[in-house]
């Protein structure tokens, strides 16, 4: 792994061009598996940080897709009240009867996926599958479905490729590994120099 900012802050995890490599293969094995779709598929963005590996894999698909978005209250902060999580965005679509596939960044606890996963089946789709770029199992709280993983993820703390710190670093093109996490509580935009300076 490449260094970004000095021996030990933060580092490469997964690159840019493997990160492409995994789209790519997580869209065509999508695509297969979508060819009976009645219709086209649905993909559910869950803002925001899955809105960068939405774009691509999208963009990596040649068959017709609706993309839509949902929202809702970060677990992160209310996982002591799991009960008071609300939908701040949801869907614009209906999802009756179409094949939906909800897309995600990272699945940590699983309890977001989890409560998007039930809210749209209590809406009567014809299907509903899961795809997440990165999967934190070791993390998990909720066991969820999950049918698409793009890359098995360390207990590390990552930004970058949507993942944030604070709404900071969604655009790094790579997913860094911080190690230093106390040292970017103290200084949110700590990395901003190293992240941003060239390769
Ligand atoms: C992240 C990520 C997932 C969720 C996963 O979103 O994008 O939606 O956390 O965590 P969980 O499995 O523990 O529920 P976050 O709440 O940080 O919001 P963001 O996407 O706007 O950064």
Known sequence: MASRSGPGAAEILI???????RVHELAAQ???????AAGPPILVGVLKGSTLFL??????MDIDV????????SYRSTVAQPGSVRIIKDLDS????RDVVIVEDIVDTGLTLNYLRQTILQR?????????????????????????VGFDAPDVF???????FQGNYRNVPDIIAVRDVARLVENPRLLVGPLFLGD
């Open 15 to 21: 690159g840019r061009h493997d990160i492409s490599r």
């Open 124 to 148: 009567g789709p014809r299907s509903v599958r899961a795809v997440t770029l990165l999967n934190k199992s070791v993390r998990r709280i909720v066991p969820v479905p999950l049918e698409y």
């Open 158 to 164: 990552v930004v970058g490729y949507g993942l944030d």
């Open 55 to 60: 774009s691509d894999l999208v963009r990596a």
């Open 94 to 97: 209906d999802v009756t009867g």
């Open 66 to 73: 609706a993309v839509d978005f949902m929202s809702i209250s």
């Open 30 to 36: 999508l695509q297969a598996d979508l060819a009976t």
